[in-house]
């Protein structure tokens, strides 16, 4: 759980002298995953009043989606007690490219979808809808919590590899709103096939799947066997690190910023942070130690958070 009580910052400019009653209002954020739903509310200063997960069968179908979601967002309102009256939105992170009018899915090959409009779900949700990247709502809710970042590129670690990219605290979208697409920075050439289709790419190598769907254990199960000095799980996460950090030190080269490990698996590196930044330092051509690697301070709940974000600063900024 993250919160700020001085920083209430919207789209860069600061909110200065202005007092808050931060549950006045509420929006709910809503992270889609391969295999789960991942719902949090949050008030106007960004604390993180309520979180549920719900696992999902496997869709290849938005339609299903759709209708799974309706009825859980309204189950979650009822189980927290929430007022719908008070509710700004719902903003909702999707594993994929999101066109720049936020109305279609373009590209999710975590989720197996491909060109998906949006228009049912925002047509038969009764509140204002959002639709967001996960790795953008991620980035942005730990910009948002970071009084002092200007320039930072945000690394999403989950089942799909993402990430955001901010210069001077704004967001940078690109061209074609695909900046940040960290999953697919090649760190293997010819290396593992990728769910993009292509091989040796960051999300092949570094995905939650590497370490748990993959050997047919769950997360917590891998690393509970590599403290018991599993020689192979031992192996497997030497792997992991050394081309999770060929793709960090390829964005600090470009990027020349801190990078934030964001996403559910950032919760698990923090003792194996010394050994990440070897593998970092031994990359750096300039003789750099890994100082400029750090946690995502909202760890597992931070795409949901952010994706709630959204709303929040929509409504400080009609203040
Ligand atoms: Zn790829």
Not at 90 to 114: F, H, M, R, W
Not at 128 to 154: L, M, T
Not at 210 to 216: A, E, F, L, P, V
Request: with cysteine; hydrophobic share 35%.
């Amino acid at each position: 759980m993250c919160t700020t009580d001085e920083k209430l910052s919207t789209g860069g400019r600061k909110v200065e002298g202005l007092s808050i009653v931060s549950q006045a209002r509420f929006a709910l954020g809503v992270s889609i995953s391969v295999n789960s739903f991942r719902i949090s509310e949050v008030d106007l200063k960004m604390n993180e009043l309520a979180y549920k997960k719900i696992s999902l069968p496997r869709s290849n179908s938005l339609e299903d989606y759709v209708d799974l979601l309706k009825r859980e967002i309204e189950q979650f309102l009822d189980e927290f007690k929430i007022d719908r009256e008070r509710l700004l939105g719902v903003g909702i992170a999707l594993p994929g490219v999101v066109s720049e009018d936020g109305s279609k899915l373009e590209y999710a090959p975590t989720l197996n979808l491909c060109n998906v409009s949006f228009d049912r779900f925002e047509k038969e949700c009764p509140y204002p809808v959002h639709i967001e990247n996960d790795a953008n709502c991620g980035g942005g809710a730990e910009w948002f919590v970071r009084d002092s970042i200007k320039n930072v590129a945000y690394l999403s670690l989950e089942h799909g590899i993402g990430g955001a990219v901010f210069g001077n605290g704004v967001p940078y979208y690109g061209d074609n709103h695909r900046s940040g697409e960290f999953g697919h920075i090649c760190v293997e050439p010819g290396g593992l096939r990728c769910s993009c289709g292509r091989q040796g790419c960051l999300e092949a190598y570094c995905s939650v799947g590497r370490i748990s769907t993959d050997i047919g254990v769950t997360e917590e199960e891998f690393f509970q066997g590599l403290r018991n000095g599993s020689i192979e799980y031992i192996q497997r996460w030497e792997n992991y690190l050394r081309h999770l950090a060929i793709g960090i030190n390829n964005i600090r080269m470009v990027l020349d910023c801190d990078v934030v490990l964001g996403g559910f698996m950032s919760e698990y590196i923090e003792p194996y942070l010394p050994r990440l930044k070897e593998y970092l330092t031994a990359l750096n051509p300039f003789g750099e130690d890994a100082d400029y690697i750090k946690l995502s301070r909202c760890r597992k709940h931070t795409i949901p958070m952010g994706a709630a974000l959204y709303y929040i600063i929509k409504f400080l900024d009609e203040l």
